[in-house]
């Protein structure tokens, strides 16, 4: 079946400007994460979703990010005011839940390429 | 916290030599351990897993034991190919939410 899907695959804007990172996770996976993986440090997680609500928002590097999931299913990351250091690679992954709020394995989209200039 | 460390890379091998690319990690409770694999220019794929202590994760050839007397999950194959030339990130996942925590990834090359 389909895999995680995201979208645009690459973005370059200027600094300043306000980016929209789109993710389509796998139908049914009521799970979605955000993970960013940048040169300097590694792969971090961003934020979780069960459903529409985010019980864990604690990898957000500042207020300058926030995401949203809307129908249990597509998320989107808002960059605003960006900086040169949020350029990276930008996962999206989803999964299962099991029983107890406990995740089954999460698949992983393509990235999108962020490059602020 | 929770935290992974990786052996650092780059990892250099000769076509059918053995590989260990070791992993320790730091947790609290019962954590699931993966191993997962990015290929040049590809995203990122789940190799493995283990979800308790002593399970033993497998695939391609790939092994992992979930070692909870030494926090080890170390990955292993008994001889590698070219194809195996890759970014490889050992990770746990806690109790609850299902966040993953990275290590810093070891790069794999295997020359013929």
């Known amino acids: 079946g389909a895999g995680v899907s995201q979208s645009p695959s690459n973005k370059v804007t200027e600094k300043g400007k306000d980016v929209e990172l789109r993710c389509d996770p796998i139908s049914g996976h009521t799970a979605l994460y955000w993970y960013r993986q940048s040169l300097g440090q590694g792969l971090e997680f961003l934020i979780y979703f069960q459903g529409n609500s985010a019980p864990d928002k604690s990898g957000l590097p500042s207020d300058r990010f926030s995401a949203e999931r809307t129908g249990g299913s597509v998320s989107t990351l808002t960059i605003q005011r960006t900086q040169q250091e949020d350029s990276a690679v930008y996962l999206c992954a989803s999964s299962f839940l099991l029983g107890g709020g406990r995740a089954d394995t999460q698949y992983f989209g393509p990235g999108t390429r962020l490059t602020v200039l | ?112």
Request: charged share 20%; glycine share 12%; hydrophobic share 30%.
């Open chain 2, 1 to 112: 916290g929770n935290s992974v460390t990786q052996m650092e890379g780059p990892v250099t091998l000769s076509e059918e030599a053995f590989l260990t690319i070791n992993c320790t990690y730091t947790a609290t409770g019962y954590p699931s351990l993966f191993w997962y694999v990015q290929y040049p220019g590809e995203g990122l794929q789940l190799l493995l897993k283990a979800t308790k202590a002593d399970d033993k994760g497998s695939n391609k050839g790939f092994e992992a034991t979930y070692r909870k007397e030494t926090t080890s999950f170390h990955l292993e194959k008994g001889s590698v190919q070219v194809s195996d030339s890759a970014v490889y990130f050992c990770a746990l996942r806690g109790n609850q939410g299902g966040k993953l925590i990275f290590g810093q990834g070891t790069e794999l090359s295997v020359k013929p």
